[in-house]
């Protein structure tokens, strides 16, 4: 009796050895299908947060505008002897002019020249009721930062193009892009949401900045100590002699650039 209970004990134990490996093969089966659903939705919700970051959000965190009067500025490079200085010129006080007023425009749009219905348009609203254009400014900075056009281009003899890129070369207004939140071009930023650029003038932020005064610091062709010879700009409390330069200009303080 007892050989029959111990035969069928080993039957037992041969069935259950038997089906063992195939019990542990779907449960490997079954854990490796469960880390490849895993896997599909995280692959799942990586393509989309990358689709919402680099391409939903900026969509929505930038409203678009169109200019006033579409602008060509090829058409205005011609007609002109000193090229962008010529509109963009500097005061006698060593001030930046900016965007044109209405006064440097009416000499020659007095009248409409041509046929381009952008000119008609510029004459009949703005010249002929006096108004201002209200143009959109790609590059104007918040108000805490201050920058003299000045320092760059008649003391540092940095180019437009640096800066603002061949804009002298368009013959149409670029969209202007607005922050939602700021309110501030998207040229400051840059187009890429990443804040990654490629040329000089792809954004405008304080690291290009810095950038670019260690890159000609490095180069020996800045100069810390800056003269002061514009009555407009913001002057220390106490008036150095002329050999002299102002501290806050050599240890490159905050409020240099900032107000």
Known sequence: MSTLDDKAEETVGQVETTKSPEKDQ???DQKNGSWGIILIFFVIGL??????GWWIFPKLLYSQKKQPIDFN???HVEAVEEGCESCHFFREDGSFS?????AQCVDCHEEVMGED???FKFVEEYVAKGNEVPWLVYSRQPDCVFFSHVAHVKMGKVDCITC???IGESTHSRVYEENRLTGYSRDIWGKNIAGLKKDTWDRMKMDDCAE???ELKAKGKIVQALPWPINW??????????SQVRVHIKKDACFVCHK
């Open 26 to 28: 779907k449960k490997k």
């Open 233 to 242: 700009m913001p002057r220390p409390y106490e008036k150095p002699a002329s």
């Open 98 to 102: 900016g965007v044109p007023k209405l």
């Open 73 to 75: 500025h090829v058409i």
């Open 212 to 214: 670019c005064h260690a």
């Open 164 to 166: 603002h890129g061949h």
């Open 47 to 52: 393509v989309g947060s990358l689709a919402v």
């Open 117 to 119: 219905p952008e000119e």
